[in-house]
């Protein structure tokens, strides 16, 4: 497998955990019993650090590329151990 396809899919699985990740451990103000601003949506989150969770998103995606790229090499999961229509082979 080719490093650029291999970006590719760590690109494609960051951008999937980050939205994953993104409402986990946020907090809205009358979660925490502060004062919201006036005009603010009753469910805008009162602590959110994207930071956090871009080094979330990263790491997850990291463990994730890497056992995609290691099966892909050893191929402990192929197309014929999920094929769940049970069509013939030729």
């Given at each position: 497998m080719q490093w650029t396809s291999i970006l590719a899919i760590y690109a494609l699985l960051w951008v999937m955990c980050a939205f994953i990740l993104l409402p986990v451990g946020i907090?809205?103000?009358?979660?925490?019993?502060?004062?919201?601003?006036?005009?603010?949506?009753?469910s805008a989150p009162i602590n959110f650090?994207?930071?956090?969770?871009?080094l979330r998103a990263?790491?997850?995606?990291?463990?994730?590329?890497?056992?995609?790229?290691?099966?892909?090499t050893y191929g402990w999961v192929t197309l014929q151990d999920i094929d769940l229509f049970g069509?013939?082979?030729a």
């Open positions: 907090r809205t103000a009358s979660e925490h019993d502060v004062e919201m601003v006036p005009g603010q949506a009753d650090r994207p930071g956090r969770l871009m990263s790491v997850l995606a990291a463990v994730l590329c890497a056992l995609y790229v290691a099966n892909y069509t013939a082979t």
